[in-house]
């Protein structure tokens, strides 16, 4: 059989995974089907209220710009409830105590500081839209990173990983995920 002899999933350049499928051949963005799995891990933890911090052995230091500051102030209780401990040093300086467990070798003070670009600025009372925000940093920056190379059993759980989502083809904030090259476009390509 052929398909006893051939793997699974195949890796491209440390960046797409690919596997067949039915129709033909499914190519996977392997960063942005890992932040869409984080992502929808981070949103079910936040709802379930299962947030675990990890304190940092060293705190790191972030020294925030003034509007840096009042977005941070509008969005700390969201980010305490989601595993992150900051102490306030005074002049806009915060020392970054703990963060969520699922975030080892993260660098903490680039996580915090993206999570305040990215946090919505028009309303700071729409609680889910800001946990969806920040939980969309935290798998930004958690995901794997282009051109990591992936053994055949990563390749497999991020596979399935993906397929227990409730949204395989795009990342939370609508990057396409996946593609189908179709039997009969490969056949055509290859005349």
């Given at each position: 059989?052929?398909?006893?002899?051939?793997?699974?999933h195949y890796q491209y350049k440390g960046k797409y995974v690919m596997t067949t499928v039915k129709s033909g051949l499914m190519i996977i963005d392997q960063h942005r089907a890992h932040v869409r799995i984080l992502y929808e891990r981070y949103m079910q933890q936040v709802q379930a209220?299962?947030?675990s911090a990890q304190k940092l052995l060293f705190p790191e230091v972030i020294q925030m710009s003034v509007s840096e500051s009042v977005i941070f102030h509008k969005v700390l209780p969201e980010m305490t409830s989601m595993g992150f401990e900051l102490t306030d040093l005074g002049g806009n300086?915060?020392?970054?105590n703990a963060i969520p467990a699922d975030l080892e070798g993260v660098n903490a003070v680039l996580l915090v500081r993206d999570m305040i670009a990215s946090a919505p600025e028009k309303?700071?009372?729409?609680?889910?839209s800001i946990y969806s925000s920040l939980a969309l940093s935290m798998a930004r920056?958690?995901?794997?990173?282009?051109g990591q190379v992936l053994s055949n059993d990563e390749m497999e759980e991020l596979v399935n990983g993906l397929f227990a989502c409730s949204?395989?083809?795009?990342t939370p904030d609508g990057k396409k995920v996946l593609c189908i090259l179709k039997q009969q476009e490969i056949e055509h390509l290859l005349g």
């Amino acid at each position: 059989m052929l398909a006893e002899k051939s793997p699974v999933h195949y890796q491209y350049k440390g960046k797409y995974v690919m596997t067949t499928v039915k129709s033909g051949l499914m190519i996977i963005d392997q960063h942005r089907a890992h932040v869409r799995i984080l992502y929808e891990r981070y949103m079910q933890q936040v709802q379930a209220h299962r947030n675990s911090a990890q304190k940092l052995l060293f705190p790191e230091v972030i020294q925030m710009s003034v509007s840096e500051s009042v977005i941070f102030h509008k969005v700390l209780p969201e980010m305490t409830s989601m595993g992150f401990e900051l102490t306030d040093l005074g002049g806009n300086s915060y020392a970054i105590n703990a963060i969520p467990a699922d975030l080892e070798g993260v660098n903490a003070v680039l996580l915090v500081r993206d999570m305040i670009a990215s946090a919505p600025e028009k309303d700071a009372s729409a609680v889910e839209s800001i946990y969806s925000s920040l939980a969309l940093s935290m798998a930004r920056n958690a995901a794997i990173p282009q051109g990591q190379v992936l053994s055949n059993d990563e390749m497999e759980e991020l596979v399935n990983g993906l397929f227990a989502c409730s949204n395989v083809n795009y990342t939370p904030d609508g990057k396409k995920v996946l593609c189908i090259l179709k039997q009969q476009e490969i056949e055509h390509l290859l005349g």
